[in-house]
Every structure is written in structure tokens, then in C-alpha cells.
């Protein structure tokens, strides 16, 4: 067990590196609370600021820094402005309810995140403290997730499994090798993975679960190319990546053979694609949960707000997920006239499925609530339809990388093409 004092380091480590990261973003988003006769509402946001999974928490941080810019904007919630708190998880279940309970202090109306890596340390805590959360990624155990007080706006690593399958037997590739790591995370890929890549005529001809952080998969890749796959699946931490990719150069495997990974793989300029090395460009390609569709401009609107906050519409990954989850907050919060979590928790489902009249910014959703009108909210990140495990269905972008490592699409795995790969028995 980690001591009380090295949690509070992070912690405290953890504002900081927010403060210096989101520089104008934040203070864009919150500048006029002081002036507001309300108290700000508080995000927080449980993200991995330090260990081998730091970048998810820029990531994170990015995301929830322009849904706060969006709302604020254009007036805020019931009079109250948004703020934001952030705890370091350090990708680590020892650490994630400590950091959980820190971030109660602050008596946050909504928590974005946490990751995949660490929800399941902390999701029994957010019903018992009258907290609402949306966890930001695919984890296959939340696929039949009963928490009422739980939702995610991004699309199960189940079905993600399915797009990188139906992707890489479009491209011909029919022989596979799964390098993942033994994290549950990344195993969480390989059933429905192998099962709907031998359901599309795949044959799997190797399998290992590695190590994390070894100082060496030269014998996992010996084993694995002996066997002349067509295509590579994986998933993994950076270092691990680091190791591998740098192993696989050495011995020859990143020059003929594809490499198909999970949505931490598909950042541009990201360390994955960096570690990758120079066939990047032609042989590394990532599957990203998002929909290219701008249905009510929802997608062009983020990337205003992204411009207008980061600088920049070169996204991250998952950022659109944050911004639809604080979007949704804010929505409920507005349709059920009341910022208790325990009365708007309820009204999420309301504002975000059908039936209702669709709309994806958070203005023009606000002028039809203010007409008692039904909304359906359609954002950034496509529709955000909810079943009853308050899961989402979305299709797939697969990313390539140009020679400068910044993305290029490949191609996009639609819902009725996933939908195919199941009724075939995937």
C-alpha cells in the first residue's frame, strides 16, 4: 500500500501540472464566475497525471477544459458558471480512492473520468456519495454496468475489438498475432477480439500476454513472427510500447507486417507513433471510437471551441467524450432545474435518446429546453443514445499516421458493419 503522503504528493503535483497545462483554457472558461451572484458548479476530473499512462491525462484534461469553455459561453447552468478540480489516479487502483476522496472535498457536481485503468477501484463510491460520473473508456467488465450513477459517452473496447477485426480482414489480412499486455484493460480486447476476427475467416496464429514493462519481448516477437502474421494486434502501456516496437526494429517485424492497436495508440505525434519508428507512415494504424458525421454541427462546433481554447483542431483522443459528458451534465442539470445530483441524474437519459427534437450545441439544446421542448442531443462524439447498462454505441475511425505522425483516416468501421460482424457469430 502506497503511503497517505505520496497520494497527497500526487495530488497536489496533479493541480499543478493542471494549472500550467490548461493555461488559457481554464481561465477562458471560468473568467467570469467571480461576477456571477451563484457559486460555480465544480467538474472534477479523476485523471492519471503521473505513471505510465500520464498522457491520458492530457487527454482528459483537454476535453473537459472546452465542454467548461462551451457551457460557461453561453451562460453557464441555472445561473452558476462551471469550475474545475482535478486528482491524480496515477493509472493506479491503490491510488484511486484516495484521489477519490480528495476530490469529494471539493463537492464536485459531476466527476469526468476516471480511465479504464482504475474505474473499477471507485465505482461503487459515486451512487453512496451523491456524485455523478462519466468514466472516459472501453472497459469490457462496464459492458453490463447496473450503476445508476455511472455513464460513459465512449463506446465499449468490445466493439472496438469488432472494428479492428472487420478492419483488417477488408485489408486482406487474414493470420494475426495479439501482443497485449496482462493489464485488464488491454486483456479485455482479446475474446471479443479473437472471436470476431475467426467469425470474419481470421485465424489466429499467435497469442501472448505480456509482461508490462519488461526489458525485453524479443522472445514473444521470435515466437510470433515465426509464425509470418499478416497483421498485429496490440495494446499497451508506453513503455512497453517503447520496448517492443524498439525490439520488433532491431529484428526486422515493423518493415512488411501491419500493426492494428486500441485508441491510446492513435494520438498524432503521440509516443506510441514516435516509438513505432519510420514505417509509421505505412504500418501502424490505430481505432479511435468517433463518428466523422457533423449531424447539427455538433462536430464543427467542438472544433471551434477546441480552436478557440487549445489553439489548435488537431484534437486528442477521447476529447470529444469529455466534452459531450460535461455537455450532458449540463443539459440534465438545466432540464430537471436543479444542480442536486441525486434529482438530475435521472434526467440525462432524457436529454440525450430519442424520442425528442435533435440538437448538438449546448445553446441551441438550452433554447429548446427553455421551450419545454424534448431534446434528443446528438454531440460531438455522435449520438449519445444510452441503453440500459448507460453505454453508448458509436462506429470506429481507424487512424493512420503521416510522415510527419500527425493522422490520416484509413477508413471508418460503421455501426451496420460492426452489426454485421456480430450477426456473423462475432
Not at 473508456?137 to 447496473?146: A, C, I, Q, S
Not at 472494428?163 to 479485455?188: E, H, P, R, V, W
Not at 436529454?351 to 439544446?365: E, I
Amino acid at each position: 500500500m502506497k503511503s497517505n503522503g505520496k497520494v497527497r504528493g500526487r495530488i497536489v503535483l496533479s493541480l499543478a501540472m493542471v494549472t500550467a497545462l490548461a493555461g488559457v483554457g481554464v481561465s477562458a472558461g471560468v473568467a467570469n464566475a467571480s461576477s456571477n451572484t451563484k457559486a460555480p458548479l465544480v467538474v472534477g476530473g479523476i485523471f492519471p497525471f503521473t505513471g505510465a499512462k500520464s498522457l491520458l491525462s492530457k487527454w482528459g484534461v483537454h476535453g473537459v477544459t472546452v465542454g467548461v469553455y462551451e457551457v460557461n459561453q453561453h451562460g453557464g447552468v441555472l445561473g452558476h458558471k462551471l469550475t474545475t478540480k482535478y486528482v491524480d489516479d496515477a493509472a493506479d487502483s491503490v491510488d484511486a480512492l484516495p484521489a477519490f476522496r480528495q476530490l469529494m472535498l471539493s463537492h464536485p457536481s459531476v466527476i469526468i473520468g476516471p480511465f479504464s485503468p482504475t474505474i473499477e477501484a471507485v465505482i461503487n463510491q459515486f451512487q453512496p456519495n451523491d456524485v455523478v460520473d462519466f468514466m472516459v473508456g472501453g472497459l469490457t467488465t462496464l459492458d453490463t454496468n447496473k450503476n445508476k450513477f455511472v455513464f460513459r459517452t465512449s463506446s465499449s473496447d468490445s466493439n472496438e475489438s469488432l472494428a479492428m477485426a472487420q478492419y483488417a480482414i477488408s485489408k486482406g489480412y487474414k493470420t494475426a498475432a495479439l501482443l497485449f499486455d496482462n493489464s485488464a484493460n488491454s486483456q479485455g480486447f482479446v475474446p471479443p477480439l479473437e472471436k470476431a476476427f475467426k467469425a470474419l475467416g481470421g485465424k489466429i496464429v499467435y497469442d501472448a500476454s505480456l509482461t508490462s514493462d519488461a526489458s525485453s519481448y524479443n522472445s514473444e516477437l521470435l515466437a510470433a513472427f515465426s509464425k509470418s502474421p499478416t497483421v498485429v494486434f496490440d495494446s499497451m502501456d508506453t513503455q512497453t510500447a517503447a520496448t517492443l516496437f524498439g525490439n520488433a526494429q532491431s529484428l526486422g517485424y515493423m518493415t512488411h507486417t501491419v500493426w492494428i492497436g486500441d485508441d491510446l495508440q492513435s494520438a498524432p505525434q503521440g509516443d506510441y507513433a514516435k516509438s513505432f519508428g519510420p514505417t509509421a507512415s505505412t504500418n501502424l494504424v490505430a481505432a479511435l471510437p468517433a463518428t466523422p458525421t457533423t449531424a447539427n454541427g455538433a462536430y464543427n462546433h467542438f472544433l471551434a471551441d477546441y480552436q478557440a481554447v487549445w489553439r489548435t483542431t488537431s484534437i486528442i483522443p477521447t476529447t470529444f467524450n469529455e466534452y459531450d459528458s460535461v455537455v450532458l451534465s449540463a443539459l440534465a442539470m438545466t432540464a430537471a432545474n436543479s444542480t442536486d445530483p441525486k434529482v438530475w441524474v435521472n434526467d440525462i437519459i432524457k436529454v440525450s435518446n430519442p424520442p425528442g427534437t435533435s440538437c448538438g450545441t449546448y445553446a441551441t439544446c438550452i433554447a429548446l429546453l427553455k421551450k419545454h421542448k424534448k431534446i434528443d442531443y446528438n454531440g460531438a462524439a455522435g449520438n449519445d443514445n444510452f441503453n440500459k447498462y448507460h453505454n453508448v454505441f458509436s462506429g470506429f475511425q481507424m487512424l493512420g499516421f503521416t510522415s510527419s505522425l500527425n493522422n490520416k483516416l484509413n477508413a471508418y468501421i460503421t455501426p451496420a458493419q460492426l452489426a454485421a460482424v456480430v450477426a456473423k457469430g462475432g
